[in-house]
Every structure is written in structure tokens, then in C-alpha cells.
């Protein structure tokens, strides 16, 4: 018996979808389901779950405001300070640097961002540790300063670690961005920096927009850096949920914390979209 | 300019070259360099822990890999044949397997597993003849899992792109002179979407192999290589640490390099297509 063309091709469409359907319900849907069912469950008295429906855990979440704190302050702070700092660089390859080396200069920003980041915030450790920096400037005078563990040393290693990921949107606005926008601006008289606050800057938004949206959206579930140069002093919600799994096993509380950060991602995500949107927006106005 | 620049390359790089060459630190001294020597590397190496480590990580991103390219391949061809109402749910949960943070992914793999595991073993202890009954446990297959469902919906994307710069017309004539539709797949459209799925794979490679937080939720008694490294790291800084660190690095810069190189491959493709 002959199926029918249209049967066979959504037949086809389904069997192709199937395994990426399936690996999606079963390791992404039905463990999201799951922690929403732990998070209004209650700890057995042994650690792990046990079976309730209360809201106790969510309303036990200022319990660990320091962690939202940090995060929601830190994660942001660390996009800021890639963004300064990726901003220039980005600008320098697109519209700057020559030609012929352009492609190196890209491949050597993106390639650290794909190696360890356990081994290159291990770097960190080593260089503000006591042995590395600290002692550096005790022997040109300054005894006693301490780097590790301060906020300052877990931002150190934000910038390191996700510097490549913000340059890399920008570089791409800038790249796709016409030259002779910037020549005619400079013909009609304009100052290279009025040029670059009208012209180019509002060019790049989109890819400031995206790079700043993506780091943030990473650093809020960030672990090993504030883990590893934060030493337990300055942690995120990502240590405080490893805190509470694998350590006090109070799963029904870190599954509410962990739908609660969730849900600050989706936020970001949803002001950032919006505002990106907005952008599009008055671009399309400006060009017709 | 130039020299903000150039500091930003050496803030990139210098710290990762300072871990490699105290790798090569014949004394134990973190900051001063006493000599020349392999020594870390030989103790790094001869330590079964570390090895076994490696091991479970090379087999684990391998399978994940493969896995996340086959199946994510195989989605991307989908989604492009499918209604719009259809698509749009699959984009969303791609999305989110991308978005949601490695430590939720981890937490909410760990807490269903449990519960799954929970209802399931003593069912099967139950029905089991013999006297010991087999029990799923976190493992090998939970790592693989929680790894490639993010990479599957990586290789996704870059595939997807890549069918979306597809010409048509090539597929049309190749219908049109009586291929059958699986002769012009695997004639015509594999081999213009295999560098996207080996970079894919190269990608998801590096991803399982340098994951750290996700296994450390969901690997059960078993350990990866940045676990161990992590352990190693609480235990305090050593060279012998260092030694591994170089030698994670220098394997991560191999196969991102070749993850570029093919996608340049494909680009220069492009290219010379254009004109």
C-alpha cells in the first residue's frame, strides 16, 4: 500500500525530529518538571526530598540573598567591565587593523574562550595568590596586600574568562558596518570623535547589545570563577546551589533557587530582546 | 589604540603561558623558575587516578560528540522541513538547552534521574529471577547525556545555517534528473553540510572535555578530567597541576584550531562559489 506524498514527507519530518525530540523531553523538559516538583517539596529529615506541596522553600529564599546579591550585582558589573575593555578591541580589528591580518588577530581573541575555563581561572589563582602578585609588591614595598578571595579577583577573572565572547558581537556589527557611512560623515566636516558617537557607536548597538545579553546571561549561572578566586567569600547562586546539593542535601531549597534562577535568566533575557528590539526599531525608521 | 591593543592580546595570553612554563619548573617554587624539567609531567602521568580520569573524559566527549552531531544533523534537516507552528516550539526548547545555565542543567538531570531511578530500581528488583538485580545508577550514560543535549542543540544551529546558505537549485536538478531523495542527499547535501557537522562535533568535543559543573552534578561515582583537576586545585596549587593544565590546553587548542580550520575550509568554499 502506497502512503500519500504528504503522509510519507511528515512521516519522514518526524522520524528525522524524533532523537533530538525525544533527547529534549527526556534530559531538558521532564528534568525541569522534576525540579519544579521538588521545589515545593520539603527535605527528609536525612537530606534529599520528600514528597509535600508548600511554598516554604520559596519563601526561605532571602536565606540566601547574599548569593542573589553578588550575582545580580557582580554579573552585571563584569559584562560592563568586558564591554569597556572589549569595546576598543573590537573596533581596532574591524576597522583599523589591516586586512591580511585580520583573520589571525579574531582567531587569537575566539580561541582562548573554547579552551578550559577551569584551567585559565586556575591562571588567575596562581597570579593573584600570595606566591604570584602580592608577592611582587611586598618586595617593592607594599606588604600585605591581599588579592584572592575580593570581589575585585572574581571580577579579574569575569573579564578573562568572557572578554572573547563580548568582542566577538561587536566585531561583527563593526565588520558588517559600511565605510563610506564613516567617509561621508567626515567629508560633511565631521570630528573623528563626532563621527564615532553618531555614526559608528549607534552601528554597533546590536552587537553591544548581544555581547552584553550573553555575558550577563552566562555570568548569572556562573560557578568555578567566584568558587576559585572568591574562595567561598565571594560566592553566586551557582556555589550556593552546589552548597546545597552536594553538601547540606537540601534538595527542595536548591531546587527553588535554582527555578528562581532560572527565571532571573529569562527576565535578562526578555529585557534584553526588548531592547534590542528597540534598536532594530529606530534603525528601520533612520534608513527609510 | 595600538597598545590597548596589544595590552588586551597580552591580559589573554600571558597567564596561560605562565602556567605552562612553570609546567616545565624543575623546583617546586610557584613564583621563581629554578630549571628546565619534565619531571611534573612524568608525575602527572604516572598517577592511575589522573589517567583513569582522562580516559572517562576522552570516552565521554567522544560518544557525547558523536551523538549531539548524528542527532543534531539529523534535527537541523527537520526543522527545516517543518510547519511553522512546529518550529517554533522546536526553536524554543534549542534555545533554552543552549540558555539555561551548566548548574541548573546539572541540578535538574541529578533531581529527575533520582527520581526516575527511585521508581524504576525497585520495580525491576521485583520482577527480577535472579538475586541481584541490575541497578541504574548516575553514570557514563547521565554525563553523556546532560553533555549532549547542549551540544546537540549547538550542532543544530551551526547546520542549520549552513542549510539555510544551501542552494536549492542543486537539490532541484538532482531531483529532476531521477535521484531518488536519499541519493540526493547523500550526494548532494551531506557533503555540502559535513565540515558545519565536524566543526559541530569538534565543538561539542571541546564542550564535554572542558565541562566541569554539569558532570559534577551527574557523574555518580565517576570522575572527568576537570574534576580531577578541580579536586587538585582545592588540595592546593602544585606544579604537578600545572603539568596537567599545559597539557588540557595545548589538547583544547588542537581541536578548536581544527574546528576553525574546517570552517574556514567552508567560508574559502563559499567564496570562491560567489564569484
Known amino acids: 500500500m502506497a502512503l500519500q506524498a504528504g503522509t510519507r514527507r511528515s512521516l519522514v519530518t518526524a522520524g528525522l525530529a524524533a532523537p533530538a525530540a525525544l533527547w529534549l523531553l527526556g534530559f531538558l523538559v521532564l528534568p525541569f518538571l522534576a525540579m519544579l516538583v521538588f521545589s515545593v517539596g520539603q527535605r527528609a529529615p536525612e537530606g534529599g526530598y520528600m514528597p509535600a506541596f508548600t511554598f516554604e522553600q520559596f519563601l526561605n529564599l532571602p536565606a540566601r540573598a547574599t548569593a542573589f546579591a553578588n550575582t545580580l550585582v557582580l554579573a552585571p558589573l563584569g559584562a560592563m567591565l568586558c564591554l569597556v575593555v572589549g569595546y576598543p578591541v573590537a573596533y581596532y580589528l574591524a576597522i583599523r587593523a589591516e586586512p591580511r591580518h585580520r583573520l589571525l588577530l579574531v582567531s587569537l581573541i575566539v580561541v582562548p574562550f573554547w579552551t578550559s575555563l577551569l584551567v585559565r581561572t586556575y591562571a588567575w589563582m596562581y597570579i593573584l595568590g600570595s606566591r604570584g602578585l602580592p608577592n611582587l609588591l611586598d618586595m617593592i614595598g607594599l606588604p600585605d596586600i591581599r588579592m584572592l578571595n575580593t570581589p575585585g579577583a572574581v571580577l579579574v577573572g569575569i573579564v578573562y574568562g568572557y572578554l572573547p565572547l563580548m568582542i566577538m558581537p561587536i566585531y561583527v556589527s563593526l565588520e558588517k558596518l559600511d565605510r563610506r557611512l564613516l567617509d561621508a560623515s567626515a567629508d560633511l566636516g565631521a570630528r573623528p570623535l563626532s563621527t564615532f558617537i553618531g555614526v559608528t557607536l549607534p552601528l554597533s548597538m546590536p552587537g553591544v547589545m548581544t555581547g552584553t545579553a550573553l555575558v550577563t546571561i552566562l555570568l548569572l549561572g556562573e560557578y568555578l570563577i567566584p568558587q576559585l578566586l572568591g574562595g567561598g567569600k565571594v560566592f553566586f547562586i551557582g556555589n550556593a546551589l552546589v552548597d546545597l546539593f552536594l553538601q547540606s542535601r537540601n534538595w527542595p531549597f536548591g531546587s527553588a533557587i535554582a527555578v528562581t534562577l532560572v527565571v532571573v535568566v529569562v527576565v535578562v533575557l526578555a529585557i534584553a530582546m526588548r531592547i534590542a528590539w528597540r534598536f532594530a526599531g529606530t534603525r528601520r525608521v533612520d534608513l527609510v | ?275
Not at chain 2, 27 to 38: D, H, N, Q, Y
Not at chain 2, 140 to 151: D, E, P, T
Not at chain 2, 195 to 220: R, Y
Open chain 2, 1 to 275: 589604540m595600538r597598545a590597548l591593543v596589544f595590552a588586551v592580546y597580552l591580559f589573554l595570553y600571558a597567564p596561560i603561558a605562565l602556567v605552562v612554563l612553570f609546567s616545565f619548573n624543575a623546583g617546586r617554587s610557584a613564583s621563581e623558575f629554578t630549571g628546565f624539567s619534565l619531571a611534573w609531567y612524568g608525575k602527572a602521568f604516572s598517577n592511575t587516578f589522573l589517567i583513569q580520569a582522562l580516559v572517562n573524559s576522552l570516552f565521554i566527549a567522544t560518544v557525547s560528540a558523536a551523538l549531539a552531531a548524528v542527532v543534531g544533523t539529523l534535527a537541523a534537516l527537520a526543522i527545516e522541513r517543518m510547519g511553522p507552528r512546529m518550529r517554533t516550539i522546536f526553536d524554543a526548547l534549542l534555545a533554552a538547552a543552549i540558555v539555561v545555565p551548566g548548574v541548573v542543567i546539572g541540578i535538574a538531570t541529578l533531581v529527575a534521574l533520582a527520581a526516575v531511578f527511585s521508581v524504576i530500581n525497585p520495580a525491576v528488583a521485583s520482577i527480577w529471577p535472579g538475586d541481584r538485580p541490575p541497578q541504574f545508577r548516575l553514570g557514563y550514560a547521565s554525563i553523556i547525556a546532560a553533555h549532549g543535549l547542549f551540544s546537540m542543540a549547538v550542532v543544530t544551529m551551526i547546520v542549520r545555517a549552513r542549510i539555510a546558505g544551501l542552494g536549492r537549485d542543486i537539490v532541484e536538478a538532482s531531483n529532476d534528473l531521477y535521484a531518488t531523495p536519499l541519493g540526493t542527499f547523500r550526494q548532494i547535501v551531506l557533503p555540502q553540510i559535513m565540515p558545519s557537522i565536524l566543526a559541530g562535533f569538534l565543538l561539542a568535543f571541546t564542550f564535554s572535555f572542558d565541562d566541569f559543573i554539569v558532570a559534577f552534578f551527574v557523574a555518580g561515582s565517576n570522575t572527568t578530567l576537570p574534576m580531577y583537576v578541580f579536586a587538585s586545585i582545592r588540595r592546593g596549587v602544585t606544579p604537578e597541576i600545572n603539568a596537567v593544565a599545559a597539557s588540557v590546553l595545548v589538547a583544547s587548542l588542537i581541536l578548536i584550531f581544527a574546528a576553525r580550520f574546517l570552517m574556514r575550509e567552508k567560508k574559502a568554499r563559499d567564496a570562491g562559489g560567489a564569484e
